[in-house]
């Protein structure tokens, strides 16, 4: 059975950081490409950042690019978002999800997802 559990969600000021991961158990995980996707409330699920199986490949939603940044460590079976800068529109719910092959940008293309972490930022 495939998990993908996230953490490292809370409350921060704007202008902190927070950094998320998302552990994996039951994929082989060098199979997959990896996403961070965020959604707030009355919002559709958006895509933040991607990585390839191996980390050479990233890409970033322009709203974050300079802030956030994607890394995995597969001996670990995880894959972390920093997030330094924050903004109140960041805030939402964070949701990790596995890819078998490249990344992409849509959420509904993912093999397996997480059950989200909530990050809130303050003014």
């Known amino acids: 059975q495939v998990q993908l559990v996230e953490s490292g969600g809370g409350l921060v000021q704007a202008g902190g950081s927070l950094r998320l991961s998302c552990a994996g158990s039951?994929?082989?995980?060098?199979?997959?490409?990896m996403g961070w996707f965020r959604q707030a409330p009355g919002k559709e699920r958006e895509f933040v950042a991607g990585?390839?199986?191996?980390?050479?490949?990233?890409r970033y939603a322009d709203s974050v690019k300079g802030r956030f940044t994607i890394s995995r460590d597969n001996a670990k079976v995880t894959v972390y978002l920093q997030m330094n800068s924050l903004k109140p529109e960041d805030t939402a719910v964070y949701y990790c999800?596995?890819?078998?092959?490249?990344?992409?940008?849509?959420?509904?293309?993912?093999?397996?997802g997480g059950q989200g972490t909530q990050v809130t930022v303050s003014s």
């Open positions: 999800a596995a890819r078998r092959g490249l990344w992409s940008r849509g959420s509904n293309s993912y093999d397996y």
């Open positions: 039951g994929l082989t995980f060098i199979s997959y490409a």
């Open positions: 990585i390839s199986w191996n980390g050479g490949s990233t």
